[in-house]
T-cell receptor, first 115, second 113 residues
Framework: GENVEQHPSTLSVQEGDSAVIKCTYSDSASNYFPWYKQELGKRPQLIIDIRSNVGEKKDQRIAVTLNKTAKHFSLHITETQPEDSAVYFC??????????????FGSGTRLSIRP | ETGVTQSPTHLIKTRGQQVTLRCSSQSGHNTVSWYQQALGQGPQFIFQYYREEENGRGNFPPRFSGLQFPNYSSELNVNALELDDSALYLCAGGRGGLQETQYFGPGTRLLVL
């Protein structure tokens, strides 16, 4: 079945430094890759996403890159701030009409920003 | 903020009991998906409904069942509760189809004793 692997499971960076979280997926039909941020006790919130027809997308301090050939995608957070501390989940989805658009999540990365 | 609400927020049940969790999504959300998130883990896909019919299912036993209603609300029913069913249950609404994503509700935290 479909699988998404996410690394690292925990990440601690100094405030102001960059953080990178990497994911790989197994289903070659996946064509949509969202990233979710989940703070303690709260719902996952979509922070950025990328479609399979582009290789990179940026939104202020957050960027995502996609390598469809290698089935890799990564989240990059620059100039990290204390409020970036949370658990981040990557996901891969096949958005075709012929299948349920179920989200396959990675196992999560707990990001801590050191002051 | 996402247009998706869930009730109740917290629930305590005992092993063997049955539970119904509810989700209300905004107009136009033709799909609703349910996820189970155990502590410290990523959400696991339970099933999805599209226009009131089940449209995909994850690796969950039949005692997990659901319904979707025309008014964009849905239910997750779990029979014969087990201790391992203790988790945060999330529903996610979306328009479905190409180029669309899903938006999560705040979740219901279920504790089975």
């Amino acid at each position: 079945g479909e699988n998404v692997e996410q690394h690292p499971s925990t990440l601690s960076v100094q405030e102001g430094d960059s953080a990178v979280i990497k994911c790989t997926y197994s289903d070659s039909a996946s064509n949509y890759f969202p990233w979710y941020k989940q703070e303690l006790g709260k719902r996952p919130q979509l922070i950025i996403d990328i479609r399979s027809n582009v290789g990179e997308k940026k939104d202020q301090r957050i960027a995502v890159t996609l390598n469809k050939t290698a089935k890799h995608f990564s989240l990059h957070i620059t100039e990290t701030q204390p409020e970036d501390s949370a658990v981040y989940f990557c996901a891969a989805i096949d958005l075709s009409y012929s299948s349920a658009s179920k989200i396959i999540f990675g196992s999560g990365t707990r990001l801590s920003i050191r002051p | 903020e996402t247009g998706v609400t869930q009730s109740p927020t917290h629930l305590i049940k005992t092993r063997g009991q049955q539970v119904t969790l509810r989700c209300s999504s905004q107009s136009g959300h033709n799909t609703v998906s349910w996820y189970q998130q155990a502590l410290g883990q990523g959400p696991q896909f339970i099933f999805q409904y599209y226009r009131e019919e089940e449209n995909g299912r994850g690796n969950f036993p039949p005692r997990f069942s659901g319904l979707q209603f025309p008014n964009y609300s849905s239910e997750l029913n779990v029979n014969a509760l087990e201790l391992d069913d203790s988790a945060l249950y999330l529903c996610a609404g979306g328009r479905g189809g190409l180029q669309e994503t899903q938006y999560f509700g705040p979740g219901t935290r279920l504790l089975v004793l």
